[in-house]
């Protein structure tokens, strides 16, 4: 078995009983609102029901809820996560997003969780879906299931870099239902989450939600890791 690393620096210097380093302990910033109600995201002004985004972009999705802002620490913790190879971070997020807003997507009816799918040709290669990861653990934390009912189908530069006109078209036509599970449901979920680790511009999540709004999905959440400021 691997010694146990912080999640956030990635040092072997994590004591027993301890989710982090000493030194990372209040590294990372919880995302403590108010938010904006639509995409989660901690609001500038705080008198306004919704970030300056939100306001003039209406997305398929219902509400998105994030644990922590997407900063310094977070950003490493997360590229360790995704690029090299440290899958267990999973079990640093997850009993943080369970405890945070689990009881919240219950009581919106939430009976499954959907994750982000990455394409074949990048699963292959990095090993695991990280998005997968995150909601086959968050599924076992609320007592509900994870279903893969998404497929990325044509390998799209990374979102990282492009202007949002850029995203969009970037992620056009890049979802589809994977009817490989769904065509073997007895029945489909009426609300699900879908889960991701990063929420930046809500393009990914909101092309998402639009393909399982069309395949019958009646109400679409988000649950991400974390997000950036406004
Ligand atoms: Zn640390
Ligand atoms: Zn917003």
Known sequence: MFPPRCPVCGELKI??????CPECAGKLRLITGPVCMHCGRELSDDRKEFCGRCETRPMAFE???????YEKWMKKS????????????ASFYIPHMAHTYGKQLL????????????SAKRRRFRGYNQAELLAEGLADALGI??????????????????????????????????????GKLAELPKTVALVDDIFTTGSTMDACAKVLLEYGIHTVYGMCICIGNE
């Not at 509400?63 to 802002?69: C, T």
């Not at 997360?78 to 971070?89: H, P, S, T, V």
């Not at 009581?107 to 990455?118: D, S």
């Open 15 to 20: 004591p027993w009983e301890s989710s982090t």
């Open 63 to 69: 509400r998105n809820f994030a644990v922590w802002q």
């Open 78 to 89: 997360i590229a360790d996560f995704k690029y090299n190879g440290r899958k267990e971070n």
């Open 107 to 118: 009581r919106y009816g939430v009976t499954a969780l959907v994750p982000v799918p990455i």
């Open 145 to 182: 299931v994870s279903l893969r009912l998404l497929k990325r189908i044509k390998n799209t530069l990374p979102q990282s870099g492009l202007t949002p006109e850029e995203r969009k078209r970037n992620l056009t036509d890049s979802f589809a239902w994977d009817n490989n599970l769904a």
